[in-house]
């Protein structure tokens, strides 16, 4: 499929070529070039053409990962104090949602028709406002007082542009400018973090709905120093780029996982020694798959040190029945290891359990020391079995977590009555399974909490 895109950033051209390239083999044109028949002609910002033939985008500034913009922003306004009108800009979107709103466009917009890929309404602000929330965001991410004052006179927003035809077409901003601001002070203003709390990602979902997991994860860790580290597939891995942020590491380790096999379970070992091996410095570790969400702020994730009780336990094997244990059985070699060890074998699953540092390293050591991952022969249920077993010879009891799974619902999806009710549930802060149907009613009621 030949496009062309007619517009004037040929940084941001660059940049988008190779993603449709690599995802789909598509091949896009910055310019008119002779012989060429285009399957679909994309005009950005330009209203001279006649748009009987073409498709039109209008756009707000594109915010790419190394922005200038921001870095010379934020650093006049923490050394001067000052807004100047030459940083004057009412909407912004990060390049991310600028592309996968392009690929939206491309798969299902209509030649002849205009569209506004814009932030929503309440995200175009004034000078103003954008300095309130500037100083919100400083204080909470760099812990710095401050108060800015404004050089020119404040410009308003005369007419905030309606997105809603990219809404229709499945398209939804990831990136919202709370979180945009909050990316730029980690990034050029925090050396060396220490996290509060990393969250290991295993998924092979479409960009669009790991987009939407990650700005989730962000939103809802307001009391949390986090990172998200991504173990992906080929296919997302290819366009990593997309994906890495402040926030956000990805694993240059990369496969397709294959449900029940040892490449399910690995990626989260992957994570841990690719964390290792970068020497990123966390109090405490979880696993979260990208179907799942959180529905309310997350409690500040402190730092625990567990006394280790290394409870052994004579165990009959052939007791464990029914759930994962019949397939698990056929690793001999492992449960071999487990009864030397006097380690009983238990199983929950791992999804929105935290460890802290010492311990999820304990365990992986374990794993590693003994050659667990060489020894699989079926790795269905590993993911729930192998950590939580390990975890409990050590403290002795079983971690909590802080997700709910409804296994009592279809395909467990819950209904917005159950989320509700999770809502007031000290303990919880997390469910799964979301659909990834943007339009469905259960997602629209999780994307409208706050």
């Given at each position: 499929m030949n496009i062309l895109i007619k517009f004037d950033n040929y940084l941001l051209f660059d940049l988008i070529k190779d993603y449709f390239y690599i995802k789909?083999?598509?091949?896009?044109?910055?310019?008119?070039?002779?012989?060429?028949?285009?399957?679909?002609?994309?005009?950005i910002n330009n209203k001279d053409d006649e748009i009987n033939d073409k498709i039109i985008i209008n756009c707000c500034k594109i915010i790419f990962k190394?922005?200038?913009?921001?870095?010379?922003?934020?650093?006049?306004?923490?050394?001067?104090?000052?807004?100047?009108?030459?940083?004057?800009?009412?909407?912004?979107?990060?390049?991310?949602?600028f592309i996968t709103g392009l690929d939206f466009i491309i798969?299902?917009?209509?030649?002849?028709?205009?569209?506004?890929?814009?932030?929503s309404k309440k995200e175009q602000i004034n000078d103003k406002d954008f300095l309130i929330l500037l100083q919100e965001r400083i204080k909470l991410i760099l812990n710095k007082d401050v108060n800015f004052k404004i050089k020119s006179k404040i410009s308003k927003v005369t007419k905030k542009k309606n997105n809603i035809e990219m809404i229709k077409l499945g398209w939804k901003q990831s990136y919202s400018l709370k979180i945009l601001i909050d990316n730029f002070l980690r990034k050029y203003f925090i050396i060396n973090p220490n996290y509060d709390?990393?969250?290991?990602?295993?998924?092979?979902?479409?960009?669009?709905?790991?987009?939407?997991?990650?700005?989730?994860?962000?939103?809802?860790?307001?009391?949390?120093?986090?990172?998200?580290?991504?173990?992906?597939?080929?296919?997302?891995?290819?366009?990593?780029?997309?994906?890495?942020?402040?926030?956000?590491?990805?694993n240059n380790i990369y496969?397709?996982?294959?449900?029940?096999?040892?490449?399910?379970?690995?990626?989260?070992?992957?994570?841990?020694?690719?964390?290792?091996?970068l020497k990123v410095k966390y109090n405490n570790y979880i696993y979260l798959s990208s179907n799942s969400r959180f529905i309310k702020q997350n409690k500040k994730i402190t730092k625990n040190s567990f006394e280790y009780k290394f409870i052994k336990t004579k165990q009959n094997i052939k007791s464990l029945k029914?759930?994962?244990?019949?397939?698990?059985?056929?690793?001999?070699e492992i449960l071999e290891i487990f009864r030397k060890s006097e380690i009983e074998l238990t199983g929950f699953n791992l999804s929105g359990v935290i460890f802290d540092y010492n311990l999820i390293k304990d365990i992986i050591f374990f794993?590693?020391?003994?050659?667990?991952?060489?020894?699989?022969?079926?790795?269905?249920?590993?993911?729930?079995?192998l950590i939580p077993s390990l975890s409990k010879y050590y403290l002795g009891f079983k971690l909590n977590s802080i997700l709910k799974i409804f296994f009592n619902r279809e395909k467990y999806i819950p209904t917005i009555k159950d989320i509700k009710k999770e809502l007031n549930n000290d303990n919880i802060f997390i469910v799964k399974t979301i659909p990834d149907d943007f339009n469905s009613k259960i997602f629209k009621f999780i994307e409208s909490l706050d």
């Open positions: 789909y083999n598509y091949f896009l044109y910055f310019k008119k070039y002779k012989n060429i028949n285009y399957d679909l002609i994309i005009s190394e922005s200038e913009y921001f870095k010379l922003l934020l650093g006049d306004l923490l050394n001067n104090r000052f807004f100047s009108k030459r940083y004057r800009i009412n909407s912004f979107l990060f390049f991310t949602d798969k299902k917009g209509k030649v002849g028709k205009s569209y506004n890929l814009y932030p709390l990393v969250f290991s990602v295993v998924t092979n979902k479409k960009a669009i709905h790991i987009l939407n997991f990650i700005s989730n994860v962000i939103k809802f860790n307001e009391k949390n120093n986090i990172l998200i580290v991504l173990h992906l597939d080929e296919k997302n891995y290819n366009i990593k780029n997309i994906y890495e942020s402040s926030y956000v590491l990805v496969y397709d996982k294959i449900k029940g096999t040892q490449l399910e379970f690995i990626p989260i070992i992957d994570n841990f020694n690719f964390l290792e091996e029914k759930w994962h244990w019949n397939r698990f059985r056929k690793n001999k794993i590693e020391n003994f050659k667990i991952l060489e020894k699989i022969k079926d790795g269905y249920g590993m993911i729930e079995i």
